[in-house]
């Protein structure tokens, strides 16, 4: 007799349990986060059901509060800052690493993707023991280049994928025509990478806005970004507040990702 | 003729080559350096400060030369006061406090007692009598074991702090004191992050599954939904967790109102709240390479073992399982990974006891200034990251590798 796995009550049960299980964890995945849009909505003082009566108040808190005005434009200054630095530095270094028999060629790509490994404790303590002699603690320019830092590795690893799928005859037959590299770079292999960098720099973008390990140990009173506020304020006591500054980080998130999705799809 | 073509050709091809390669490392050079000033410089000054003992050696430079000189078990003499009392005397107050500092991080009262020396350092001659009449401890040969340990420039003392080890000289390595604190630390930490990648799994696999049987359409859609979370900030998803779990939190009130409860439960600040939430955090960590695993399975070898009418268990576990266990556990291993350097989550929604080995970390380099055990704890977690990634690395390009 030979059992056919896909009809019978068997199979419809494993069916039913696998769809019920699965839409389970998606709920566990989602439902927090989108928790906090009603909540952030509601005039309820304990953050909890049942819903009180609908308020802005907590949105009036937060855009009227200069701290945490100042540390969303921060947040916004650096991501840009440390976002521009890794795409250049990082499209760059991603064009070198296309050489195809480069000595020491494995070394430097564990060096660039070094920085998404590497616990973000010990690279905040390292910096902090470096730039705090150089001066650059406390200071705008060096939290950029620590978010650099942290950044550029997403940057090399997409632009290198895109990089990765890009016809090598395209550039023979331009090179046969007679454009120099750079201008072969520049009408040939920037159009068709571009969706590579821009999905980079989203995620280094990403990244820049979400680091706060890093920032405790580097930033001074006036390098407070819209995470390490959070956590500040979090750790001292649950306020209302936050829950209008995690809306305002929620729907960037939501904006990077349809943003990122349309980069890929252009590709 | 000919072969003299050939060999005024080939030239030409390795001086193009050798262009392409200068320009290559001319590309890569302007982030090669940036990493090595802002990455490598700085994880190098942590492992540096993890084996580094300078604050001895720079404030006492005699001292340090005699106690390295000295065998360690023999009794303390001359050898060692005069340098001592030498030192003493010419040492500049801040100096003497940072050397102070660090043997007070072995032995507090070692403190008082070099303090007490420096007072009187104008009194002492170096001779034993005078030493014993100053304070008897200094004859002990447990006050200058200390001394030798921290004589630099560079020692094990902070590594072997970081795993509860001491190097004594009359009896090797022996246990510290405080018996058990790092090492329960450690413990902890790859105790949570073990438990994170557990319930990481069980969740993951049902929903990879439901996942691998939609339409691709349909898949794509609630990819996103996944994707949203991830792409959402860590604090985010931590502080909604606070909301959620506390005292008057929602969960707390669902479960009041369905009478399942009387009192409210308390799910914050402690090791259930922190699981809960890396759990929630380190999912889609999971999930993508588990799926990729799961729809580059080979579904007619399923089929075919049905077929032959073997039983589902032993289908899932000859046939299916085998297929999907590289991606299953290259993702289990960054999961894992990834976790043990958590700090923010356990930090804001763990008790006291559910710190991870970061928070420890940050703790000692901002609060109480012990950078070298700050650097040897971050060193432990280094090595543990690296091995475990030079695993996982293989795992993935293995599971990349079989499709």
């Known amino acids: 007799m030979i059992r056919n796995p896909n009809s019978g009550p068997m199979a419809?049960?494993?069916?039913?349990?696998?769809?019920?299980?699965?839409?389970?964890?998606?709920?566990?995945?989602?439902?927090?986060?989108?928790?906090?849009?009603?909540?952030?909505?509601?005039?309820?003082?304990?953050?909890?059901?049942?819903?009180?009566?609908?308020?802005?108040?907590?949105?009036?808190?937060?855009?009227?509060?200069?701290?945490?005005l100042s540390a969303l434009f921060n947040s916004f200054a650096v991501a840009l800052a440390s976002t521009a630095l890794a795409v250049v530095l990082g499209g760059l270094a991603a064009l070198g690493l296309r050489h195809p028999a480069m000595p020491g060629k494995r070394f430097i790509e564990v060096l660039l993707i070094a920085p998404m490994i590497v616990p973000a404790v010990i690279v905040g303590v390292g910096m902090y023991f470096v730039f705090s002699n150089a001066g650059l603690t406390r200071t705008y320019l060096g939290l950029i280049l620590a978010h650099t830092?942290?950044?550029?590795?997403?940057?090399?690893?997409?632009?290198?994928?895109?990089?990765?799928?890009?016809?090598?005859?395209?550039?023979w037959a331009a090179a046969s025509m007679g454009a120099t590299p750079l201008v072969t770079l520049r009408k040939v292999t920037l159009p068709l990478i571009s969706p590579g960098l821009v999905s980079g720099g989203l995620f280094a973008f990403a990244t820049s806005l979400d680091e706060v390990v890093v920032t405790l140990f580097l930033a001074g009173p006036d390098q407070r970004t819209l995470p390490r506020e959070m956590f500040t304020t979090a750790r001292e006591a649950l306020s209302p507040v936050l829950l209008s500054a995690a809306t305002v980080m929620v729907l960037f998130a939501t904006l990077l990702l349809l943003l990122s999705r349309a980069a890929t799809r252009r590709s | 003729?000919?072969?003299?073509?050939?060999?005024?050709?080939?030239?030409?091809?390795?001086?193009?080559?050798?262009?392409?390669?200068?320009?290559?490392?001319?590309?890569?050079?302007?982030?090669?350096?940036?990493?090595?000033?802002?990455?490598?410089?700085?994880?190098?000054?942590?492992?540096?400060?993890?084996v580094a003992d300078s604050e001895l050696p720079q404030a006492m430079p005699a001292t340090a030369r005699a106690v390295s000189d000295w065998d360690g078990t023999s009794a303390p003499d001359e050898r060692l006061f005069k340098p001592l009392v030498q030192d003493l005397k010419a040492v500049s107050p801040r100096d003497l406090a940072a050397a102070a500092r660090r043997l007070a991080y072995e032995a507090p009262e070692l403190r008082a007692l070099l303090m007490a020396a420096k007072r009187e350092a104008g009194?002492?001659?170096?001779?034993?009598?005078?030493?014993?009449?100053?304070?008897?401890?200094?004859?002990?040969?447990?006050?200058?074991?200390?001394?030798k340990r921290a004589s630099g420039p560079v020692g094990t003392y902070h590594l072997l702090s970081a795993v509860d080890m001491k190097h004594d000289y009359q009896q090797g390595l022996v246990a510290k004191d405080e018996a058990g604190l790092y090492r329960s630390i450690l413990g902890r930490t790859f105790g949570i992050a073990a438990i994170t990648t557990l319930v990481c799994v069980l969740l993951a696999f049902p929903l990879c599954v439901f996942l691998d049987r939609r339409t691709p359409k349909t898949r794509n859609a609630l990819l996103l939904l996944i994707l949203l979370p991830f792409w959402t900030s860590i604090l985010v998803r931590t502080t909604a967790w606070m909301v959620l779990l506390q005292d008057q939190g929602i969960v707390n009130a669902m479960l009041l109102k369905l009478g399942w409860v009387n009192s409210p439960l308390h799910l914050l600040y402690n090791r259930f709240g922190v699981i809960l939430a890396l759990v929630h955090v380190m999912l889609p960590f999971m999930v993508f390479p588990l799926l990729a695993a799961m729809s580059g399975c080979n579904r007619l070898l399923v089929q075919a073992a049905y077929s032959m009418g073997a039983r589902p268990l032993r289908v899932f576990f000859q046939v299916y399982l085998p297929q999907v266990l590289p991606g299953l556990a290259a993702g289990a291993l960054m999961v894992f990974i990834v976790t043990l350097g958590f700090y923010i989550t356990p930090a804001l929604l763990g008790g006291p006891a559910d710190q991870m080995i970061s928070f420890y970390i940050a703790q000692f380099t901002t609060g109480t200034l012990n950078w070298g055990l700050a650097s040897a704890l971050g060193l432990v977690l280094l090595v543990a990251t690296t091995l475990l990634y030079l695993i996982q690395a293989h795992l993935a390009r293995r599971s990349t590798g079989a499709k």
């Not at chain 2, 091809?13 to 990455?39: E, I, N, S």
Request: glycine share 8%; proline share 5%.
């Open chain 1, 12 to 68: 419809w049960f494993g069916n039913l349990g696998v769809s019920l299980s699965g839409c389970l964890v998606l709920a566990f995945l989602l439902l927090p986060i989108l928790i906090v849009l009603p909540l952030s909505f509601s005039d309820s003082r304990y953050m909890s059901l049942p819903l009180g009566h609908f308020t802005l108040r907590w949105y009036e808190d937060f855009f009227s509060s200069s701290q945490w």
């Open chain 1, 149 to 171: 830092t942290l950044a550029v590795p997403f940057v090399v690893v997409n632009v290198g994928s895109a990089l990765g799928g890009l016809n090598q005859r395209l550039l």
């Open chain 2, 1 to 50: 003729m000919s072969a003299s073509v050939i060999n005024a050709s080939s030239p030409v091809v390795a001086r193009k080559d050798r262009g392409a390669l200068w320009r290559a490392y001319g590309l890569l050079a302007p982030l090669v350096v940036f990493l090595v000033l802002t990455f490598v410089g700085p994880i190098g000054t942590l492992l540096w400060r993890a």
């Open chain 2, 123 to 147: 009194d002492l001659d170096g001779s034993s009598a005078r030493m014993q009449q100053l304070d008897p401890r200094w004859l002990e040969n447990a006050t200058w074991q200390t001394f």
